[in-house]
Structure formats: C-alpha cells, structure tokens
C-alpha cells in the first residue's frame, strides 16, 4: 500500500490543521493506521493511532485532548484533526499502515508502510 501525506503548513500557535493520508494500491480497511512525527535532532515518535474500524484509538499524553485521529475506509484515507497547536508540535507528521490489532500499536517497527511525510510548522 501506498501512503502520501498532505495537509501541512505553516500555523500560529492556537491554531489548527488538518492532516490527511491517502492510500493507493490496496484498501486501507485491514490495517491499523498510525500518525508519527520527528522534530529537527529528535527521534520518531507516535502521534496516534486506530485500529480498522475505528473503535479503537490512542494518542501520546502530549497531544491528548487536542489532536483526534479519524479514517474513512471508503476514501481510503485517515486524518488527523490538530487543534490548539503548539510550538513543540512542529515536525515533519508521517502516516503508516500496519497488520491490525485490537488495541492500537505505538511502536514505530509494528508498522510496514509510511508516507513521505508534511511539514508542520507552528510559530510562537
């Protein structure tokens, strides 16, 4: 499966955005689906993530309450919903596809396929 991600820019603190990450070349309805994010010098991180019908999600305790990941097995695409921005959330934002599972997985090896990645960008 092929994934590419679009959707961001450059925001002011408080401000939101809208991800989006499309797939191509398989259905996205058998997979877990997950946003990841790596900062200048930092490492890849999970973002957040849910499961194929959607019933089950999970988010890092640093965007809790402010960013909601969703998916639209028809479209074949998933989003993520980012409110109330800060700083800190700049990064490049990845979207990748792995075998599902009843609860979400954050381990970055759990999942095969990744997007090429949008910038995000959020000023103080």
């Known amino acids: 499966v092929q994934l590419q991600a679009f959707g961001g820019g450059l925001v002011q603190a408080g401000g939101s955005l809208r991800l989006s990450c499309a797939a191509s070349g398989r259905t996205i309805s058998s997979y877990v689906m997950g946003w990841f994010r790596q900062a200048p010098g930092k490492e890849r991180e999970f973002v957040a993530g849910i499961n194929w019908n959607g019933a089950n999600t999970d988010y890092a305790d640093s965007v809790k309450g402010r960013f909601t990941i969703s998916r639209d097995n028809v479209k074949n695409t998933v989003y993520l919903q980012m409110n109330s921005l800060k700083p800190e959330d700049t990064a490049v934002y990845y979207c990748?596809?792995?075998?599902?599972?009843?609860?979400?997985?954050?381990?970055?090896?759990?999942?095969?396929?990744w997007g090429q990645g949008t910038q995000v960008t959020v000023s103080s």
């Open positions: 990748a596809a792995g075998a599902d599972t009843i609860v979400v997985i954050t381990m970055l090896a759990w999942y095969d396929y």
